[in-house]
């Protein structure tokens, strides 16, 4: 990622010193963007972030893929996750994989915020400490060549925002580079581009001004406490995600996630205190979500778009 010159915004103008880059933005966002993105991790399976709903489906399918393999009698397994952020995902996959009973677990991840790494090492340090685990995170990015062998991974991720912070130029040589190394599942979301607003590092009333480009697929953002920061920021089509995918993965599945439960299940700004208390709205909600999760009407409007491909 390279800096950007700041230019004049009709609200607010970013500081000479303000941060500029993805993984100085990461950085800085620090123990926020992990409660924020993960929620409470007293439980790596509480699942309570404010994407509750989209992080519990796409856990449902990791955790599946890990017991499918495992079902074939297979012993080992290996893991990468690029752009982890904390490690939270790479974590729960590990700790899973170790209780189904794999014998060896080979589990990198590694991201552009070195302040993000150093979370997740220490985060990690029981999950690490099981027998046949071996956990690592890495200071790397995407756009250069990733050390693994061909086909040597069998789960690949790639969650929640890394591609919207890339270069959609550089987007074809980096799906390749991700389809070289994988051989079995690569799994990915990206923000929608008619998704709820979002500043990425941090929840939205963190922020007392910002302003997403889609023009220069650039975001500004002006926080409470005064901090400014800016970074390259592309929100994804449906149609032109599937355009990507489709010259280096076979494509399984690809749909929106969360259309209706950030929109109405979490925000008070939107129900009465009463819809906390309707044990029917979740079901309500979910039924709706299954129901238009790929519909093309709607697709675009989730906060996220899921998709799971495999290796042509």
Not at 57 to 73: D, F, G, M
Not at 187 to 210: C, H, Q, W, Y
């Amino acid at each position: 990622m390279h800096a950007r010159v700041i230019r004049r915004d009709s609200r607010f103008l970013l500081a000479a010193d303000a941060v500029t880059t993805t993984a100085a933005a990461y950085d800085q966002a620090g123990e926020g963007y992990l409660a924020y993105a993960d929620g409470n991790l007293r439980s790596l399976y509480a699942f309570d972030s404010a994407y509750a709903y989209g992080d519990r489906l796409v856990w449902n399918l990791l955790e599946s893929k890990l017991a499918r393999r495992r079902s074939t009698s297979a012993r080992s397994i290996v893991i990468l996750d690029a752009g982890c952020g904390p490690g939270t995902w790479l974590r729960r996959l590990v700790a899973r994989a170790h209780a189904l009973g794999f014998d060896r677990i080979e589990a990198r991840g590694f991201d552009i915020a070195e302040a993000q790494i150093r979370r997740a090492r220490l985060l990690s340090r029981d999950v690490a400490m099981l027998p046949g685990v071996n956990l690592t995170f890495e200071v790397g990015d995407l756009l250069g060549r990733l050390p693994e062998a061909d086909a040597t991974v069998d789960l690949c991720l790639c969650l929640y925002g890394v591609l919207n912070h890339l270069p959609v130029g550089r987007l074809p040589a980096i799906l390749a580079e991700l389809s070289r190394v994988t051989a079995g599942h690569f799994v990915s979301t990206v923000r929608a581009a008619g998704s709820m607003p979002t500043i990425f590092v941090d929840a939205l009333e963190k922020a007392r001004n910002f302003k997403q480009d889609h023009g220069r697929d650039w975001c500004e953002v002006e926080l409470r406490d005064g901090r400014r920061i800016a970074f390259d920021c592309h929100l994804f089509t449906a149609a032109e995600l599937r355009r990507l995918i489709a010259g280096h993965f076979e494509i399984e599945d690809l749909r929106g996630l969360d259309l209706f439960h950030s929109r109405f299940a979490l925000d008070r700004r939107w129900n009465p205190d009463s819809a906390a208390r309707n044990q029917r709205l979740p079901h309500e909600l979910a039924r709706l979500e299954e129901i238009y999760a790929a519909d093309p009407d709607f697709i675009d409007r989730a906060a996220h778009l899921l998709f799971v491909a495999r290796r042509r």
